[in-house]
């Protein structure tokens, strides 16, 4: 830990020590690339064990990271998220034994052919490399992320929050410990030993060494490292998810549909944030689903067709429709059927997840097709937008971009693939 | 053709040209994505039937184009690739018609299974939107990059030299021709109107309306775009490409290996550029090979150990180990066994293409999975390396990024994917 005396203005020196870590991971990330599934495999049940055994040191170091927060006067739900307890420890060595579960995501045949003159193609994935995750003061993303990575045969430079410091590195040396047992590199996962910010722009700008940023948390950061970075991101703004309730929806099932989508968990990035409803049945549809949102909590605002509908609708402003609220509140708007709600997504939408309810059939066909978003559905809730849900395992994130990776970011999207040609003396003519 | 009067100093006026084509790239694109694959290929066949009606006009403007280049003095090479001929123009027509009879890249249903909700999901391929494409003064490149844009369902936005300006804008209106005759928006096919260099620039920043670079040409060119785009970047930079003759390699297949990857074309990405052969078989192999590479008028530059064997064999420095000649050259390395020459290929090399020759399967399976380049060969020539070799059909280059696309990028890495889910009223509980 003596490089934590590194002081923010020394950027020189930063540099220096985030050039070192990353040539560590990518010297690392061969050696990962080459290893068995199963030696992987059991690096992240070794590192389990870790986390179990050293329980008591992992809190006694999360307790100087509270500290530290409450100090700096952190607020409380932050503080939260940085909390561990036995409880959140024994989880993170779950987490880590269900991702060492999963099938391997290296050395898949993903394709394969043989060209007329008896050449035999295979496409084949492999590791992408170096990994470099930003995240904020979130000790479990440590676990999880790494173990997302190591699963994938990458190398991971972890670069948390600068509450969680204590935190993640013991976290880190838990992982380290489990490489260590199953005869793999230790610097395949590591920790970037400082709070200084400017360890996050000094990665950001190694793109000759870390092959791909995913960045994990609100808004503000990773706008931050999709403005800086020169390699390439994987990331998702924000989720302004919606829910269109189509003239042919089944009223109990529209209730349901939406009161989940919007209130099994407010701050989850799959959360509804925008209800649309259909102008032919707003009288018959509004009122019920309201009654639901509002005896659950939920703020409603409105454009005029809804509040002539329902009283309890406050007005809504423009900015509403373009508002990820992650909280109970929601926008509502009455639209003029499919095409006008297909067009009020796309313009309004942050391109990750929304959903129709209807009954009708080629209407479902035509949203699903036409809604531009990395998740689209038929009578199911928003907030199934998650890796684990879909059945990917784990998940270091949702995409909304369109490249390499679209929709949740499991351990099969951390992987790239080469093509392998096997041959008897071809050349070409 | 009025805004070509816009000048370099008017930047900001370029900035506004260039944004007018990039918004009604991305109106077209929405139109382009749900447009049935029949009328992307009826577009595509109209498209060749205009190129081939406008012969004679075509060969007018190509001639204005050679004069201009003429005047600047344009190098017998570049002059040789911007020169159209009734048999070029022929080529890019049948060019089109091959694009338009591959299978169709969009709505591939890539992935399905069932949730034990009961959710079905499956996951859908879908045009990636905006493509730009920056390239030299080779108007084939024109009809190329774009009839795989169209293909796959995006809208194209098309740079190339100044030089060509004349070639490219009448063969992106025979393309608008064929998508008009389609019924499909004609601003999915658009080249820039001006020399101005600047325009480059403006592409590279318009990241809320592009959402890929494609640059295709030489390594300068592919510098710049990588370090000024704001964009994702599908490009390679260049292929150091190696053929590494092992010890058990057959001598009568090595030379026909080598050979063929050095010489058959010495301009391509996929050309040879440097051999390893193993100590083992230095003297047995080398003079051969060398043999046929001297009565092919290839120069070979090999160490002390090369020249050692074969007099012809002239001194290599540190450098041609890095060297992309693209010419009638090659470097020689006597290398000590497999690991050495994996070493060597990774450390040197672009990771591009390279190729083992050995009768031994044990050594040429560690060389096909330990060697990190896009396409591996085992008894095949580097010359493959080759979307139409591939039986991919067209390309519109090889990538060595790992990311989204690697090796080939034809049509299919021309798309992205989303998520359909369809359910019965699912909640998440």
Not at 196 to 216: E, F, S, T, W, Y
Not at 388 to 409: C, N, Q, W, Y
Request: glycine share 8%; with cysteine; charged share 25%.
């Amino acid at each position: 830990m003596s490089k934590l005396a590194v002081r923010p203005e020394e950027d020189g020196q930063v540099e220096a020590v985030v050039r070192e870590i990353a040539q560590a991971a990518r010297d690392a990330s061969y050696h990962m690339g080459l290893a068995d599934g199963a030696a992987r495999d059991a690096a992240l049940r070794s590192a389990a064990a870790a986390i179990r055994q050293k329980a008591t040191d992992i809190l006694a170091e999360n307790a100087k990271d509270m500290a530290f927060a409450a100090k700096k006067g952190l607020n409380a739900a932050m503080q939260d998220r940085l909390l561990l307890t036995p409880d959140r420890i024994e989880a993170m060595a779950q987490g880590l034994e269900q991702v060492a579960a999963l099938p391997d995501p290296v050395g898949r045949t993903l394709a394969e052919w043989e060209r007329p003159n008896g050449m035999k193609i295979a496409r084949v994935s492999v590791p992408l490399g170096v990994i470099g995750i930003i995240y904020e003061s979130r000790p479990n993303v440590t676990a999880d992320a790494g173990s997302l990575c190591l699963k994938s045969g990458n190398a991971a430079i972890l670069r948390g929050g600068s509450e969680s410091l204590h935190s993640s590195t013991i976290i880190v040396e838990c992982l380290q410990a489990g490489l260590k047992a199953a005869g793999l590199p230790v610097k395949a996962v590591q920790a970037i030993p400082t709070r200084d910010r400017a360890a996050v722009g000094a990665m950001l700008r190694m793109a000759d060494l870390i092959d791909i940023i995913v960045p994990r948390g609100g808004k503000s950061l990773i706008e931050r490292v999709m403005a800086e970075s020169r390699i390439p991101v994987i990331a998702h703004l924000e989720g302004n998810c919606h829910v269109y309730v189509h003239e042919k929806a089944d009223p109990e099932m529209a209730r349901k549909v939406v009161l989940n989508a919007k209130m099994r968990r407010t701050g989850v990035c799959g959360a509804a944030e925008s209800l649309l409803v259909d102008r032919k049945v707003a009288a018959a549809q509004i009122p019920g689903i309201v009654d639901a949102l509002a005896a659950a909590g939920c703020e409603v605002r409105g454009d005029e067709a809804a509040r002539s509908v329902d009283p309890r609708v406050v007005p809504a402003t423009d900015e509403d429709w373009d508002t990820e609220y992650l909280d109970a509140i929601i926008s509502l708007k009455v639209v003029d059927g499919l095409a006008a709600a297909i067009d009020h997504v796309n313009r309004h939408g942050s391109h990750h997840t929304d959903a129709i309810v209807t009954d009708d059939q080629d209407a479902a066909d035509r949203f699903l097709t036409r809604v531009d978003s990395a998740i689209v559905l038929h009578n199911a809730s928003t907030q199934f937008a998650d890796g684990g849900e879909f059945g990917m395992g784990a998940e270091i994130g949702i995409s909304t971009g369109k490249l390499h990776a679209r929709g949740p970011v499991g351990a099969e999207q951390l992987t790239s693939f080469k093509y392998v040609v096997r041959g008897s003396g071809q050349t070409r003519p």
